[in-house]
Structures are given as structure tokens and as C-alpha cells.
């Protein structure tokens, strides 16, 4: 017997990943809805830290997955030098108890979430031509959410017809002003793998009119860079066809829920790439959420509880995990607050350095010395008392 149905717009890393944990309840009947006619790996692939790790784990995922993880499970070495400069100099070397990198695309295979389960429809709002019903909508659409866009419209609506107005393997980075590269093996170290990082800190807060994705010149490498270290040089020098990509954040949000809809992932907190963490947010996200709707105290009148706890969960971590992912930008790009390395002299540079990189460990290491089954558990309380 179906207890309720649940429909999630969206199948990229958050949506899969709950339909694969909500396929643990067969009283769920689950339907994804997806614009793109196929799903295809665009992208640096996603780091899972061992808070995620957890969640695979659960959901049986771990022995097809470490098929295609590129790093140790156990331990990962992160060398970070300082580039900008003609000879390179190594300062720090952090190593966190575990991290994986794997393809963007990691949950597609899963044998849980078939094919015919999918359907290709875009939402433009909650009422489409293309009609369907359901008893809970998962909006994991992605930072240009639909879902979001309709959530937030008619809450405001709803809060103005109220009057409340208030409511409407080892890695490498080469880090320099302005800029920074992170480089690691991919396809069983046969290939490298980097993303190199231009800062304009100035332009946070600012409406980007440009294409979000598109090819880019050699030059602009050339420009940015042609001070740099050797190892740089020749990373870019191998090169053909880069692409750019701009770096889109979502502003933070109230709410991560209305009525019976949820938003997750991107499109509720889509934030920098600077302690990759993005995905494995949207996984937890999506963990808890199927942890909630999957418990027996709820049902189709109680499903709005759940949602609450859900947010009152998730919505305060993952935006702090949003401020830590932008202070690392700073800190990688020496645009952080503790020190000018404009004006360092240089029998003092390794030590402010060794500073700096003690600064972003402790504003990383949540990602390895907490755990999600403290939150899971408090959910859980919360939801049984309620």
C-alpha cells in the first residue's frame, strides 16, 4: 500500500541520491522528473568527505563506487604551494583521515533508480501544461531552480496576503593573489585533472550577464598566469580547449520549504567550490529528508512536519558549510582578512604562510571530524516527540 507519492524535479546528484534512499520504503512511490534528455559528466567531478562516505555506505553504494574513486579512502594528502612567483614554494601539507573523488554522473548507475522512472519535462512553475500529482514535491533542480523560484513567489504571496511584509591522490594547489590551481589524478592516474581559479572578490553580490558556461581562450590563461611556477606553465600548456565557467552562489534563503514542497542541494544553497562540498551537502540533504519521510510517525497529514524538522536541520549547516566554502576562496587567493601577503617581507613568508594554512584547515575540518548521525538522530527526536 502506497503511503504517499513523492515527485522530484531534478536528476542530478541530490535527486538521485533520494530516490535512492527513498526506494529503502516501499510504501513511497517516487517519480523523477528531468529536462535534460540524457544525463552526461560536465564537470572536476564531486569530493565525498567521510560524512558522506556514511550515507554511501548506507545506501549500499560503496562497492560500485570505489570502481571509479580516483583517491585513497583512508588518507589524502593535500600539498599547497605558493605559485605566484617564479620558483614555487611548498608551505603546508594537510591530511585529512579521508576523501574520494568520482564522476559527477556517480549515481546514474545506480541500479536503484531505473530509467523508465525518469521523465523528460522541465518545470517551468507548480502548474505546467504536462500535469501530474503528487503529495510532496522535491525541488533538486540546481541553482536556476524552478522549484525554488515558485517556492519562494508563493510564500511571499502567501505572506503578503497575511500582511507579514518581513517575509516577502595526493593533490596539488598552486595558490597566488587572485588566483589558484588544484590539480589531481583522474582515470586511474592516467590523466590530470585541474580547474584553475580566477578571483574577483569585488563582483560578489553583482548580476553575471555572461554565458555560464562556454569556451575560453588560451590567452586568458597566458594572462593570468605568466608569472607563475613552471609546474604551472606546463599545466596550462597542455591544454586545447578550456572552458570557463562562472561561479554561481545562492543567496541565504529563509526557508528550505513551503506547504509540501522542499527544495535541496543547488537549488537551495548552491555555494563555491573552495572546500568541495556542494555535492555532498545536496547528499546529506537528501539523506535526511528521505530519513524523515521514510519514518512510520509520517504520513500524508504529517508530511509538513517533517519538511519543518527537515529545514530546522539542514538549513543552519549547510549555509555555515556556504561561509566556510567562501572564506576559503579568500584564504586560497591570499585575499583573506589575517594577512596582507602584499606586504610580507620575505624572511617572514613561510611562517605567515604555515599560519594560513593552519587557518583554512581549522575552517575545513568539520568536513572530517564531525559526523551526520548526531543530525540524523535529532531528527529522528524530533519528528518522535512532535
Not at 503528487?134 to 525541488?139: I, M, Q, S, T
Not at 606546463?234 to 591544454?239: N, S
Not at 545536496?282 to 497529514?301: F, Q, V
Request: with cysteine.
Amino acid at each position: 500500500m502506497t503511503k504517499f507519492r513523492v515527485a522530484i524535479c531534478g536528476a542530478g546528484i541530490g535527486g538521485l541520491t533520494t530516490a535512492v534512499a527513498l526506494s529503502r520504503y516501499p510504501d513511497i512511490e517516487v517519480e523523477i522528473f528531468e529536462g535534460a534528455k540524457e544525463l552526461a559528466e560536465l564537470g572536476a567531478g564531486i569530493g565525498l568527505w567521510p560524512r558522506v562516505w556514511e550515507i554511501i555506505q548506507k545506501l549500499h553504494l560503496e562497492e560500485d563506487l570505489l570502481k571509479v574513486t580516483e583517491l585513497s579512502l583512508s588518507v589524502t594528502s593535500f600539498r599547497y604551494r605558493k605559485s605566484d612567483r617564479p620558483e614555487g614554494l611548498d608551505f603546508y601539507t594537510l591530511i585529512t583521515k579521508a576523501s574520494a573523488v568520482v564522476p559527477d554522473t556517480l549515481l546514474e548507475a545506480s541500479p536503484v533508480v531505473h530509467p523508465a522512472a525518469r521523465r523528460a519535462c522541465r518545470l517551468c512553475s507548480l502548474k505546467t501544461g504536462t500535469q501530474t500529482t503528487c503529495d510532496l514535491l522535491v525541488g533538486a533542480d540546481g541553482l536556476k531552480s524552478a522549484v525554488r523560484r515558485t517556492l519562494l513567489g508563493e510564500k511571499a504571496r502567501l505572506a503578503e496576503s497575511k500582511g507579514l511584509w518581513s517575509e516577502a591522490a595526493d593533490i596539488t594547489a598552486y595558490l597566488g593573489k587572485n588566483g589558484y590551481v588544484i590539480a589531481y589524478p583522474i582515470a586511474h592516474g592516467t590523466k590530470i585533472n585541474f580547474v584553475a581559479f580566477k578571483a574577483q572578490h569585488h563582483l560578489e553580490n553583482t548580476k553575471f550577464n555572461g554565458a555560464w558556461v562556454g569556451i575560453a581562450d588560451r590567452s586568458e590563461f597566458a594572462t593570468m598566469f605568466r608569472n607563475w611556477e613552471p609546474e604551472v606553465q606546463a599545466l596550462l600548456d597542455c591544454v586545447d580547449k578550456p572552458l570557463r565557467w562562472a561561479i554561481h552562489t545562492v543567496k541565504p534563503l529563509g526557508s528550505f520549504v513551503h506547504g509540501n514542497v522542499a527544495i535541496l542541494g543547488d537549488a537551495a544553497h548552491a555555494m563555491t567550490p573552495h572546500q568541495g562540498s556542494g555535492a555532498g551537502q545536496a547528499i546529506e540533504d537528501a539523506y535526511i529528508l528521505s530519513t524523515l519521510l521514510g519514518h512510520p510517525a509520517t504520513n500524508r497529514d504529517t508530511i509538513a512536519r517533517a519538511l519543518s524538522i527537515y529545514d530546522h536541520i539542514r538549513r543552519p549547516f549547510a549555509q555555515q558549510v556556504q561561509l566556510r566554502s567562501r572564506l576559503n576562496g579568500q584564504y586560497f587567493t591570499f585575499c583573506g582578512p589575517e594577512v596582507d601577503f602584499n606586504s610580507v617581507p620575505e624572511h617572514e613568508l613561510l611562517n605567515n604562510l604555515d599560519h594560513l594554512g593552519k587557518a583554512f584547515t581549522k575552517n575545513w575540518d568539520w568536513c572530517w571530524t564531525t559526523s551526520l548521525g548526531d543530525s540524523v538522530k535529532e531528527a529522528v527526536r524530533l519528528l518522535e516527540t512532535s
